[in-house]
């Protein structure tokens, strides 16, 4: 008898064990939990971190200066065509040519060159247009030039395409003005002068460094020489009434914008 009642016993036992629901099994403490959410919390904040880090490192690559070619270097060659008008009286042209000979330091180029400055005198041109008036008057201007041509200036657009230069150009001069007219003297002058000044100038090439580039200068030249003068009253020596010279030292602005090619 007592046998059987501790079996049915120990079988209720068993069945009620078995059938325990979920929540009855032990729980985890809330400490525990709260610590595990606080390291998965500092593991996406290092995460967040390392990312960052490396969108900063490549946002540093990208804004990076570009290798670029210097604009104007040693063995460059510029050939260039300018023109303009001069003291708002002569229409002028002049062919130049500049060649890079030596660099002092990263994007810092000396040049040396030259060019050939020819003018005509166009508002004696539409003087001449009155009755009984001549008077035609030109010049001729060979001159040299040294200049030293910066990239810094491109560098700041992070451009190849301008050239910045500064120099000194010297050179001489020779004018000559004729007047004639039906009732007074014919007047012959000519002016034969030395030229010195700074030049202040910046060229853009169309594409890259190199090829067909548009260009603009500023020269501020000081001028001293000697200016002579003839009148006459025909074609004959016999007929000059008067003749004398005087000395000229004078400085001005002219503005030159022209086009060229760069090898």
Known sequence: MFLRQFLATTAAVAVLAAGLPAFAQPQQQPDEQEEQLDEQEEQLDEQEEQLDEQDAEDNDVLVEPQNLDEPFNPGNTDLSVMGGVGNLLYLWVEPGVDFGLFSLGEGITVSAGGGLNAGWCAICGLASLMPGVSIAGWYLQPTARATVHFNQLGALFDTNQ??????????????????????????????????????????????GADGLFAAAELRLLAEFGQQTFTVRTGDEDEDVVEEGAANVARQGFDLNVGIGFRF
Not at 171 to 193: K, N, R, W
């Open 162 to 207: 301008l050239d910045s230069y500064a120099g000194l150009a010297s050179g001489v001069a020779i004018y000559s003005l004729s007047m004639e007219t039906e009732q007074e003297p014919d007047l012959e002058t000519g002016v034969y002068s030395f030229l010195i000044g700074p030049i202040l100038g910046a060229r853009w090439t169309f594409d």
